[in-house]
């Protein structure tokens, strides 16, 4: 059925008429001169004297909510018992340094939540839905949280509402309210009086629509009414997004690992608690050394280092456009092997410019959109014009129009006092639009169509000779990028219109062939995903030889072969899995096709980030394993599938993306690495006293100083460290490969085991000159190897003279301020006796120098020397 309606405008319209031709689909033209919206002035003091329009969410914890937080870890617990038990004993200087250090716990802790928060919130912010309205006559995007009661919103297929509101306007409306009702039949929609009380969601025709609930056909003009806590949605009390949170493969082998060592902890504790009981016969010491080893082997980093990676990952991204909705997929972009991408505002900028005009079998080059064009040419241009909307937002609709204004200014070929009668829609089953107009000067109705040239040539029911012809001159401007519009003209007479577009006599124009430059920096993203081993394949519904053309200009290797839409109906599922092995560019493919292609690529084993902006890309986002779609230009839906968001529509952001992906992977083994490897002569030299019947070496006081320095050195230095500079010259990861690949953990035992031993060597050897002299030299060596630890594992590839020079403050703080405090403990005698320690004299701070220094120097040859066999 055409879609009937009464309005001026060929060409030149008035501006309280406002006509949409958005992402693709038709919208009703609506005379908004009775509904201009509320004037920003307004928006704003309803805004400041209503409150942002968002649920109330989960308070933001304030200080005192992470200390009771902190209260209830581990480590915390572990640091009031051993404060207990010095108390029993007798040492009441120990138990209040134990106590000062739950103290600085808390403050390190209270940085770390409150930087996640932040990092969190920020991204929040960005990602909040976001609604066209009209204000002061002017239609605009604007966050979704800021719209106010009385505002117009235009809503449309794919968005979602984002507050309960009164339809004025509506055109084949159908809204899916099962969020709130729980039945899954979308519901149709009417136009009611904006006076009207709101109702309970649930039944046809009726004139509300609600927050949270999903367009699914149509376009509509609504006035907001409810928002924030007074909508459906806030009386029910769910949440605005649903969103299925999986655990990522990494995830899940942390979780094991982490359970895994502390059960082995648990168990060793309990071993040299009871063996120290019955070696000294003191209970008491017994339990301060499983609590001790507890504090050693306690693996309460692995959690935090994650979250905070993975959030401030994210938080980056999104400095660079990249919007993160799930955290995990951070790490999981990094393992692509396949990107899908639409050529579209994607790969091409989506600003077009018509630059060659063909009639009757001749063609034209447009040199300059700006100068007068012959008059065999006008026709086409005209009509062109008409099938257009008379304030797009389609690009190819502006530069048509643009084109229109200027080429044929001060001519009888801009109608703006034609009177658009209705119009046939784009459908799927028929890839054109037609306009039909009435003419103040014709008895006749004017019909405009335009679309893809073979939906063009169907209704104009061409002869061979000329489809041939068409083919011909399709395929030269295709050859060169161009995309190609065919249009066409019919008359009627007046009185009832035919039910579809195949009923009117229509008479082929001409073809039209728009450019679409490729945006900057693309060429070089696509080499460097080469260089990476990540394939690039192109999906576009534009022709083969145009998507070929692209294909040559951005370097994408074409393998010389594409597969069209129709060559991918007639595959069964095992051919295309063979066939997409070699293909990288699919042309003809409309939406519902991508999901074919996702699968037969996983089914290949490939990981697979796929890109989409509409309804029906949603599917193919959910499946692919990372969803990417596409800010700008998106649907809600779309959005709501994908794991991340580009904020730009820009290819390139996706190649950052992957690197940052790689960079944070990496970074994640880094500091794991190194948690590992520091805690292995930290355990060791808490459990060996017990098993020779010694005292113990490292006492709480001094496994809480050396927190100290893990805490943020595996959480701020590690995740501050700038990628490698192979990161993007090496293959992807697979999807399901361990975190701790078998050399990267037997890597970072080794550098514990060196430790220890050197450590170990130093107590062992000096011990016969007193135990607290000894215990300070061991310790001493101890800080200064993590130092040097922390240093070397910045990077596995380059020497410590490189990783000198690359930038990191945060490493200089953590290094700065372990030494500093280091020296003060060794210098102060009140700090020397909590800490049990003898002065040192130059001699000795040399020799743990030295030694603490050699305990890693060996890792740096290994790195020279073996760079093929680090991860």
Not at 514 to 539: F, H, T
Not at 618 to 645: C, Y
């Amino acid at each position: 059925m055409p879609l009937q309606g009464v309005i001026k405008g060929g060409g030149q319209a008035p501006l309280s008429f406002l006509f949409f031709f958005f992402r693709g689909r038709v919208m009703m033209n609506i005379d908004i001169h009775s509904i201009g919206g509320l004037s920003q002035k307004e928006a704003a003091l309803r805004l400041q004297r209503e409150g942002y329009n968002e649920l109330p969410s989960a308070k933001r914890r304030g200080i005192l909510g992470i200390i009771l937080e902190v209260f209830r870890e581990p480590m915390f617990l572990l640091l009031i018992s051993g404060g207990a038990i010095y108390l029993v004993i007798g040492d009441t200087q120990e138990a209040l340094m134990l106590l000062g250090f739950v103290v600085v716990v808390i403050g390190i802790t209270i940085y770390q939540e409150r930087k996640t928060e932040h990092a969190l919130e920020a991204l929040r912010d960005i990602s909040a839905p976001r609604a066209l309205v009209i204000r002061d006559g002017q239609h605009k995007r604007v966050p979704g949280r800021e719209v106010v009661r009385g505002d117009t919103i235009i809503i449309s297929e794919g968005d979602r509402v984002v507050a309960d509101s009164i339809l004025i306007h509506c055109t084949s409306l159908l809204v899916d309210e099962s969020l709130l009702t729980g039945e899954s039949v979308p519901v149709t929609k009417t136009t009611g009086d904006i006076d009207m009380e709101m109702s309970r969601p649930g039944g046809d025709a009726q004139p509300f629509v609600y927050s949270g609930t999903l367009v699914v056909k149509g376009f509509g003009v609504a006035v907001v009414k409810e928002i924030a806590a007074e909508t459906e949605m806030g009386l029910i009390g769910k949440a605005l997004e649903s969103i299925e949170n999986h655990h990522s493969p990494l995830q899940r082998e942390m979780g094991r690992f982490v359970r895994n060592l502390a059960v082995l902890g648990l168990l060793l504790c309990v071993i040299a608690a009871i063996v120290h009981g019955v070696l000294q016969g003191n209970w008491l010491n017994g339990l301060l050394a499983g609590i001790t080893l507890a504090m050693a082997i306690l693996p309460e980093e692995f959690p935090v280092v994650f979250a905070v990676f993975l959030a401030l990952g994210a938080w980056r991204m999104a400095q660079k456009n990249i919007l993160t909705r799930k955290a995990p997929s951070v790490e999981t972009l990094g393992a692509a092997s396949v990107l899908c991408v639409d050529k579209t505002g994607t790969i091409t900028l989506n600003r077009m410019t018509v630059c060659r005009v063909i009639v009757e079998g001749k063609s034209y080059d447009i040199a300059d959109a700006a100068m007068p064009i012959a008059e065999h040419l006008h026709e086409v241009v005209e009509f062109g014009i008409l099938a257009s909307a008379i304030d797009p937002f389609d690009p190819m609709e502006k530069a048509i129009r643009e084109f229109g204004l200027c080429a044929m200014a001060g001519t009888e070929h801009i109608h703006g006092n034609w009177t658009m009668v209705c119009e046939y829609p784009l459908s799927e089953g028929l890839l054109a639009m037609s306009r039909v107009y009435r003419s103040p000067d014709r008895d006749r109705l004017i019909i405009a169509a335009k679309g893809a040239p073979e939906a063009i040539a169907d209704i104009c029911h061409l002869q061979r000779q000329q489809q041939a012809q068409l083919s011909h001159d399709i395929d030269m401007m295709a050859r060169d990028g161009l995309r190609v519009i065919g249009v066409a003209k019919a008359e009627f007479s007046e009185g009832a219109l035919p039910q579809g577009q195949h009923d009117f006599q229509f008479e082929f124009l001409g073809l039209i062939g728009l450019s679409d430059p490729v945006r900057g920096g693309v060429r070089e993203a696509v080499k460097e995903c080469y260089a990476a081993g990540v394939r690039v394949v192109m999906i576009t519904g534009d022709y083969p030889v145009t998507a070929q053309k692209i294909a040559q200009q951005i370097g994408l290797i074409p393998s010389g072969q594409i597969i069209t839409g129709q060559e991918l109906n007639r595959l069964n599922d095992l051919e295309l899995k063979g066939r997409v092995r070699t293909v990288n560019i699919f042309a003809r493919v409309i939406p519902e096709q991508k999901l074919r292609l996702i699968n037969a690529l996983k089914a290949n084993g490939e990981v697979v980030a796929m890109t989409g902006d509409g309804v029906n890309d949603a599917a193919a986002l959910k499946a692919a394993h990372i969803g990417i779609a596409m800010g700008a230009r998106g649907t809600d839906v779309a959005r709501e599938a994908a794991d991340i968001v580009l904020l730009d529509d820009d290819f390139s952001s996706i190649v950052h993306a992957v690197r940052m992906g790689r960079r944070i992977f990496d970074n994640l083994n880094k500091a794991f690495s190194y948690i590992i490897a520091i805690h292995i002569p930290i355990a060791g030299i808490s459990l060996l006293p017990v098993f020779l019947n010694w005292n113990l070496i490292l006492l709480p006081v001094h496994i809480v100083f050396l927190e100290l320095i893990i805490d943020p050195a595996c959480s701020i230095v590690f995740e501050m460290e700038p990628e490698e500079a192979n990161v993007m010259k090496r293959s992807p990861r697979k999807l399901n490969d361990p975190l701790f690949s078998r050399r990267a953990l037997i890597l970072s035992i080794l550098q514990g085991i060196v430790i220890l031993f050197v450590v170990m060597a130093v107590y062992t050897v000096v011990r016969s000159r007193g135990e607290v002299y000894a215990r300070t030299l061991a310790f001493t060596t101890l800080i200064v190897a993590n130092i040097a630890l922390i240093l070397t594992n910045r990077s596995w590839t380059q020497g410590v003279a490189s990783i000198l020079r690359c930038k990191n403050p945060a490493s200089w703080w953590v290094i700065g301020g372990a030494s500093f405090f280091l020296g003060l403990i060794l210098c102060v005698a009140e700090l020397r006796e909590l800490f049990r320690f003898s002065a040192l004299g130059v001699i000795d701070l040399l020799i743990c120098l030295l030694l603490g220094v050699f305990s890693t120097v060996w890792f740096e040859g290994f790195k020279l020397l073996n760079k093929k066999c680090l991860p």
